[in-house]
């Protein structure tokens, strides 16, 4: 327990009530914190400040004030606890509302990554109330605990809680779900399970299990601050809320169309008064039950409405917000507001305003990550704001755009075509799971060695599997929207950056038979280098760096320096090589306006986070990168890792940059991963241009694969795109192991493709 804890006790425990109203002037600003306020500071009864005390820690513990909520919390339970050891069970207090003031703060910790301190208070808790028997309470507390553990990686610890909590309780919603995330954690997989439970659903049936004790002290403070008075304040609205809530919650009542409207004339009057009020946290609750409602009507427009402005609330709230942390719990409230948004929108047929919540959506995580990595604060509406003019961008190119948003079961795209008119997919049947199983054997060399991905049966090749993905753009190309030879310039979600959607079949073969294909990262980096004037570099930077184990094979080094060799033949400039080519060398190299071509070993060690430990491997103190220690993840001091890109501050203005080096086009699996590799930080210094690895390829099938691309845009002068896809088109018509997909998918051009 910190001072400020022992503090508050201190007052809890001894003070009158000036002193009390002293404390409560301190207390961040809340939602609930006038009412509940009151009854602290005015009520002389101890159970009645305690049930006060829980509303307050509830309201700071979803993210309003969590580090306060966590503080808080150490002083009200053991005030709590005191208090029904007085009363007894017969008392009262229910033995619930002790251990919610505990599970609020706990939740409150959590969220802003306080782990140590959520275990410590966890472990003062979870004897009480195993001695107290109070097995109804338990696995919240449990819960709370095993992710703080996680968050710490105390896998083991977790595990052991989790047989523990399972052996008191099988009534718990809350523990399969973190027991599938531990399995997957340890499993060395990154991104966390989707959240079980209705989509349209603000709570699940556990969580009402578990909230019946709030539902039933608001009803008595709703009581005692509203009396007969028609008048709406914050107890009358959040009133109106529970009651709505509770109605979607039973399966009969809560579709039934009366119902369902007579709900929406009392929640719309809540609304208002919440917004002219500046409740905002009001106004949020009832604007997604007035989502809930319009949408269970089919009145799909109106439930967008009502969404579109819950997520500008929700964007503002965030965007004064530089921890990323404290970020993401403005938003924890309602996880499922991106996927419910696109989904109204999409029934709509709003597909413009679709763009830019699936981009928006997309940059949330993004701009969590740069407020972390960068100190630099760029929230979702920066992200979704270039949507708007894109279709302008687009037909200045003569080129299309795609973008993609994966939710738990389904895909939704929108392609901007070279006509500047927006068009929406539908629902793609591939959610999250199976676009990750995919990407689990995305390397075609995978195909062969064992069961290939559960989306249809093992005998279903993954580029058969993931049709569907593009399937949906047959009838643009049967009416002449996207010609033969077009370009895409496509956004991934998820683990669709894994992928090279060059090979997924359309039409009854690869994808890039019928188009070029470049990678970005949202429509926001894409417009940043559109409104740029294309350029073609006039000089090279060559680093070549060899593991000291790959001097025997002369074979290799041959292949690791041909493309180096290529380029000091047809452009000005230098190579940097072997054990010079350091860290400080690539520092002090000038790497504006260039082609920047890297030829040595990519690592990217899994589960370890690759903005710090993936790269590519340069010389150090000991000379070449030995291949052993890299492997082990013991040389991250001789990495370029997206890190040490960013904290250098590289410039690589109107630089083209290549990575003949593997597994350098990967990033973290799950929502913003992206964001974590190499191809994105170097975009973030300026490069214009990327071609990346998806898998480990040998120096000679890349060499082939680079000197084919350099030919055909540095000599012949095209574009970049054509180039990339001159090289795959070449390759696939060759015999032997370059006609694979395994040679020609294996590289993605990402950026400019002018």
């Not at 340890?186 to 556990?206: C, F, I, N, W, Y």
């Not at 009358?236 to 119902?259: C, Q």
């Not at 993905?469 to 683990?495: N, Q, R």
């Not at 150090?620 to 492997?631: H, I, T």
């Amino acid at each position: 327990m910190n001072d400020r804890s022992k503090r508050i006790l201190g007052t809890l425990r001894l003070g009158n009530r000036e002193e009390r109203a002293a404390l409560l002037e301190q207390m961040p600003p809340s939602s609930l914190k006038d009412e509940a306020g009151q009854l602290f500071v005015e009520s002389d009864y101890p159970e009645r400040r305690v049930l006060a005390l829980s509303i307050l820690v509830n309201s700071y513990g979803m993210g309003q004030a969590a580090e306060f909520g966590g503080d808080l919390a150490r002083a009200a339970y053991p005030f709590a606890r005191e208090i029904y050891e007085k009363q007894g069970s017969q008392g009262p207090l229910s033995l619930a509302a002790v251990s919610a003031t505990a599970s609020s703060g706990l939740n409150g910790l959590n969220l802003i990554g306080h782990y140590s301190e959520s275990v410590e208070f966890a472990d003062e808790v979870i004897p009480d109330l195993e001695s107290l028997g109070d097995d109804a309470n338990l696995p919240d507390i449990y819960a709370k605990k095993i992710e703080a553990l996680i968050g710490l990686h105390r896998l083991d610890e977790a595990s052991q809680l989790i047989e523990q909590a399972e052996k008191r309780t099988n009534q718990s919603t809350d523990l399969p779900r973190l027991k599938r995330i531990l399995d997957e954690t340890m499993a060395r997989v990154t991104e966390l399970p989707p959240k079980q439970g209705d989509k349209d659903a603000s709570v699940t049936p556990g969580d009402i299990e578990k909230l019946k004790w709030l539902d039933i002290a608001l009803d008595i403070g709703e009581g005692i601050f509203t009396k007969s008075s028609e008048e709406i304040n914050q107890w009358k609205a959040g009133g109106i809320n529970r009651r709505t809530s509770r109605l979607f919650l039973d399966e009969t009542k809560g579709h039934d169309p009366v119902l369902l409207a007579k709900a929406l004339e009392e929640l719309s009057p809540v609304e208002s008064w919440a917004r002219v009020n500046g409740h905002t946290d009001i106004q949020n609750d009832t604007l997604w039950e007035i989502y809930l409602c319009h949408s269970r009507l089919g009145a799909h427009s109106e439930a967008a409405d009502a969404l579109q402005t819950l997520r500008r609330n929700v964007e503002k709230r965030r965007s004064g917000i530089g921890n990323p942390l404290e970020r993401g719990g403005a938003a924890a409230k309602f996880p499922h507001l991106y996927s419910a948004l696109c989904r109204m929108l999409l029934k709509a047929g709003r597909v413009g305003e679709l763009l830019g919540a699936i981009e928006a959506a997309k940059g949330r995580a993004v701009a969590d990550l740069m407020a972390q990595r960068r100190r630099q604060i760029i929230d979702e509406a920066a992200f979704a704001e270039p949507a708007s003019r894109i279709g302008e961008l687009m037909s200045q190119n003569n080129a299309h755009y795609l973008s993609f948003f994966v939710d738990d079961e389904n895909t939704i795209a929108v392609l901007i075509g070279k006509d500047g008119s927006p068009q929406a997919s539908g629902l793609i049947p591939l959610g999250k799971e199976q676009i990750r199983d995919a990407s689990r054997s995305a390397d075609p060399s995978l195909w062969g060695a064992g069961e290939l991905a559960n989306l249809g049966g093992p005998s279903e090749s993954i580029p058969d599997s993931l049709g569907p993905l593009v399937a949906w753009l047959k009838p643009l190309f049967e009416s002449g929207l996207i010609e033969f030879g077009d370009h895409i310039c496509y956004s991934p979600d998820e683990h669709l950056h894994q992928i090279p959607l060059a090979y997924v079949n359309f039409m009854g073969e690869p994808l890039v038979r019928r188009v070029s294909l470049s990678r970005t990262h949202g429509v926001r980096a894409l417009s940043l280098i559109l409104e740029r004037e294309a350029s073609r570099p006039g000089a090279f930077v060559g680093v070549e760096v060899p593991g000291h184990q790959d001097l025997e094979d002369r074979a290799m080094i041959e292949h690791l320096r041909a493309a180096c060799q290529w380029l000091a033949q047809h452009l000005p400039g230098t190579t940097i090589r072997d054990e010079e080519a350091t860290l400080e060398a690539v520092r002090g190299a000038e790497l504006a306006g260039r082609v920047l071509h890297f030829a040595t070993h990519g690592v990217f060690p899994q589960p370890k986070n690759p903005f710090e430990h993936s790269g590519l491997a340069l010389a150090g103190a000991g000379g070449l990168p030995d291949k052993e220690r890299l492997a082990r993840g013991d040389a991250d001091q001789e990495l370029l890792t997206p890190k040490w890109a960013i904290e250098s501050g590289l410039d690589l203005a109107g630089s083209h940059v290549t990575l003949q080096a593997c597994v350098t086009g990967l990033a973290l699996e799950g929502i913003g991963g992206d964001a974590l590799g190499l191809d994105w930080a170097l975009f973030q210094l300026g490069a214009s241009s990327l071609l990346a690895s998806h898998w480990f390829v040998s120096a000679e099938l890349s060499a082939e694969f680079f000197l084919r691309f350099y030919h055909s845009w540095l000599k012949r002068g095209n574009s970049r795109a054509a180039a990339w896809r001159n090289t795959v088109l070449g390759m696939m018509e060759q015999e032997g192991d370059l006609a694979t997909p395994y040679a020609w998918a294996a590289f993605s051009l990402s950026g400019d493709w002018r």
